[in-house]
């Protein structure tokens, strides 16, 4: 069976940090776009970050970019999202989705359109 199951969610101040992690089970990570969206009560589901399948191209929502990272590791089956300086308003349900790469996809553009695969998702809580 194929899965995406996000962990490393939970509560942290404003200011702190949290990484999250996404692990598939059923398929290899290796050949996917992998990337991060996040829910907040009352919104609409946004783009968060993007990878490519060999890591070298990442993209990042205007609204993250330089406090959030993606990284991945594809021995582990696994892909990253760490997030630093984290704001009230990161507070949302995180997901993550894979995308089979095309060459298209290998460019990164944060789309749910362009994704395969979700997760169920993790809650992230920025609160004091």
């Known amino acids: 069976q194929l899965q995406l199951v996000e962990s490393g969610g939970g509560l942290v101040q404003p200011g702190g940090s949290l990484r999250l992690s996404c692990t598939a089970s059923?398929?290899?990570?290796?050949?996917?776009?992998i990337g991060w969206f996040r829910q907040a009560p009352g919104k609409e589901r946004e783009g968060v970050s993007c990878i490519s399948s060999s890591g070298g191209t990442t993209n990042y929502a205007d609204s993250v970019k330089g406090r959030f990272t993606t990284s991945r590791d594809n021995a582990k089956n696994t892909v990253y999202l760490q997030m630093n300086s984290l704001k009230p308003e990161d507070t949302a349900v995180y997901y993550c989705?894979?995308?089979?790469?095309?060459?298209?996809?290998?460019?990164?553009?944060?789309?749910?359109?362009?994704?395969?695969?979700w997760g169920k998702g993790t809650l992230v809580t920025v609160s004091s």
């Open positions: 059923g398929f290899n990570l290796t050949y996917y776009v």
């Open positions: 989705a894979a995308g089979y790469e095309t060459t298209i996809r290998a460019m990164c553009v944060i789309s749910y359109y362009a994704m395969d695969y």
